[in-house]
C-alpha cells in the first residue's frame, strides 16, 4: 500500500489510466475520431481530479473500484474542456500537456468532434457502470451534468471570455474560477463523499473544501502563468498577460496572489477540519495543489 503522497498519487494514476484505456480501446468508431479521443486522454494530464475523487472517497470507504467510473467521465469533461479551450474559437494554443494541441495534431473539425464525444461518452460510462446502482448514477449523473454545463464549467469559460480585456474585481475573479475551475474539483470531492456515505453534515463541510480548494488550483495556475517554468507547464507561460486575461497576480500582484493562496488553504484545512477527515489524503492534496509547479 502507497504511503505517502507520491506513492499515492502514482498508485492510483496507474489505475485510472489503465480504466482510461479499457474504457476508450471498445470503442468501435472511425479512426480519426478515436486516434483524436485517445491523443489529448493520453497526452500526459496529471489525473488530479479522479485522483481527488478517489482520495474523497477514501476518506472515508475502502475499495476504490466503486467510483473509478466517475473518476474516469471526470478526466473525459476536463480534457473536453481542454480540447475546446485551445481552439482558435478560445485561447488559440499550439501547446498543451507539453505536446501539440489536439487541432494542431488533427484538424480544427476533429477536435471539436473530439470533445463533444469525451463529453457525452463520460456519461455513458458511468450507466454503464454494474458497481453502481440507478439511484447512484442519476445523482452523479445530475451533479455532473450541473457542475460541467451551463450552470457551471461553461458559465465560467464564458464570463472568463468576457473578462478579456477589462478590470474585473475580486468577487467576480473568484465567481469565474468557481464556476471554470472550481465546479469540476465540487464534483471529485462530493461524489467521493457521496459514495462513501459522508453524513449530510460532512457534504456540507466538504462543499467548502472544494470551493477553496478550485480556487487554490486555480491562484496557483495564474501565479505559474508569470512565475513558471515553460519546460515543465508544458505549455507557455505568459498567455495570460497577452490576451489581457484577469488573473490573481493582474489584480493583486505576485505576493498579494500568494498571500490569498495561502488564506485559501488555511479556510479549505479548517473545512476538512469540521468534516473530520482532516487525517485523509486531502490534507495532503491540498498542500499539493497550491505548492505544484506544473
Ligand atoms: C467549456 C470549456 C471550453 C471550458 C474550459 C475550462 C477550463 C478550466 C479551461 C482552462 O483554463 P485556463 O485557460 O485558465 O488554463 P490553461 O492555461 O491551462 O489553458
Ligand atoms: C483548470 C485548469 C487551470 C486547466 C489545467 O488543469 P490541469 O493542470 O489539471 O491540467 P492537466 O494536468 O490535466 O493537463
Not at 149 to 174: F, H, K, R, Y
Amino acid at each position: 500500500m502507497p504511503v505517502n503522497l507520491t506513492e499515492y498519487m502514482d498508485h492510483y494514476i496507474t489505475i485510472i489510466e489503465q480504466e482510461i484505456a479499457k474504457q476508450l480501446e471498445k470503442l468501435e468508431i472511425p479512426k480519426p475520431l478515436k486516434d483524436s479521443m485517445l491523443y489529448s486522454m493520453n497526452a500526459g494530464g496529471k489525473r488530479l481530479r479522479p485522483i481527488l475523487l478517489i482520495a474523497s472517497y477514501e476518506a472515508f470507504a475502502v475499495d476504490y473500484h466503486k467510483v473509478l467510473s466517475s473518476g474516469v467521465a471526470l478526466e473525459m469533461i476536463h480534457t473536453y474542456s481542454l480540447i475546446h479551450d485551445d481552439l482558435p474559437a478560445m485561447d488559440n494554443d499550439d501547446y498543451r500537456r507539453g505536446k501539440l494541441t489536439n487541432h494542431k495534431v488533427f484538424d480544427e473539425a476533429t477536435a471539436i468532434l473530439a470533445g463533444d464525444a469525451l463529453l457525452t461518452y463520460s456519461f455513458e460510462v458511468i450507466v454503464n457502470d454494474p458497481l453502481l446502482v440507478d439511484k447512484q448514477k442519476i445523482e452523479i449523473i445530475k451533479l455532473l451534468s450541473k457542475t460541467s454545463g451551463p450552470n457551471g464549467m461553461v458559465a465560467g469559460q464564458i464570463l472568463d471570455m468576457q473578462a478579456e480585456n477589462s478590470e474585473v474585481t475580486l468577487q467576480e475573479l473568484e465567481k469565474i474560477h468557481e464556476l471554470k475551475t472550481g465546479e469540476l474539483i465540487k464534483f471529485a470531492i462530493y461524489t467521493g463523499a457521496y459514495l462513501g456515505n459522508a453524513t449530510k453534515d460532512q457534504l456540507q463541510y466538504l462543499e467548502e473544501f472544494a470551493y477553496y480548494l478550485g480556487l487554490i488550483f486555480q491562484v496557483q495556475d495564474d501565479i505559474l502563468d508569470v512565475t513558471g517554468d515553460e519546460q515543465k507547464l508544458g505549455k507557455r507561460i505568459g498567455s495570460d498577460e497577452k490576451s489581457m486575461k484577469s488573473t490573481y497576480p493582474r489584480l493583486l500582484g505576485i505576493d498579494g496572489a500568494i498571500e490569498l493562496k495561502q488564506r485559501y488553504v488555511a479556510r479549505a484545512k479548517n473545512a476538512l477540519k469540521k468534516a473530520k477527515v482532516e487525517d485523509s489524503y486531502l490534507m495532503d492534496l491540498t498542500e499539493h495543489f497550491s505548492k505544484r509547479d506544473h
